[in-house]
Structures are given as C-alpha cells and as structure tokens.
C-alpha cells in the first residue's frame, strides 16, 4: 500500500468510496472545491487502486480539522485509514497548531474507537449536526509537535 497525493483524476474514485462511506456525503463538486482550495488531500491505494483518502486543513489559525476520512469497504482493516490519518496528522502537527479536530456520528462505535487509539478525546456532542438528525461527537487531539502516537 502507498500513500500520495490526490490528484484530479482520483476524483472519480475518491467520491465513490465518499458515497459508499457515509449516508451523507459531500457532492463531488465540494471535493473539487476543496481541493482547488489547497487542503491537504492524500490517497492510499493498492497495486495502483486507490482505496482510501483523507482531507484535512487548518480551519483556524492554531487548529487543524480532518474534514472526512474513508476507506473502501472491501479493503478496510488493511492498515490503509491508520496510515491515512498518521500521515495527516504528521502534517498538520508540523504546521504550529494546538490540536486537531474532527466530527464523528455519536453512532460510530467503530470510527470512535479507532480515532482513540491515536489518543483523540472525546471533547463535546453537537446535536442534529447530521440530516438525520443524530449528533456529532467532536474529538480533538492535543498536538505535540515532536511526536505523534502510533499505538
């Protein structure tokens, strides 16, 4: 597995794992948006398949946010979103913030236990955050710049 960085013609790839992740997906329009906008934007991919990715920017001066992170269902629990995000994470910890943020459904059992295990803490509920309804967990992770967990 490789990890690079997203280039326009894994737009078409990128938003298929985004719809079959998520109930509620960004439009590929917004995928384009952002990334003409310069965030950082990675993709794994696999014998030259990409099989994952992950955008993530500064959203205020001194915070980093993962804007959304997925792996294709047939090829999870391969190492792709661990590396992913340790790869994100690395970057924007060389960028002088305090921590990084990100949103998970309260649901996600499994997504909250894997953002834990890079030492994420779970900070507060933001209700009806989704078109459902449901509320987003919002996990944060304080960021020293000299090391980044691997647990």
Do not use: C
Request: charged share 25%; proline share 2%; aromatic share 14%.
């Amino acid at each position: 597995m490789k990890v690079r960085k997203f280039v326009p013609k894994d737009l078409k790839r990128v938003f298929e794992i985004e719809n079959m992740s998520f109930d509620q997906s960004y439009g590929i329009n917004m995928f384009q948006q952002l990334y003409e906008m310069g965030i950082g934007f990675l993709v794994a991919e696999e014998d030259d398949y990409v099989i994952g990715y992950v955008m993530f920017w500064i959203k205020y001066e001194n915070q980093g946010h993962i804007i959304s992170i997925a792996v294709d269902k047939n090829y999870r629990r391969l190492g792709a979103g661990r590396e992913l995000l340790i790869r994100a994470i690395s970057i924007l910890s060389l960028l002088n913030i305090d921590a990084i943020y990100l949103e998970v459904r309260q649901s996600n059992v499994g997504a909250i236990k894997f953002y834990e295990q890079f030492n994420f803490i779970k900070d507060r509920v933001v209700p009806g955050y989704y078109d459902t309804g449901e509320g987003a967990l919002i996990m944060y992770l304080p960021v020293n710049r000299s090391k980044v967990s691997r647990k």
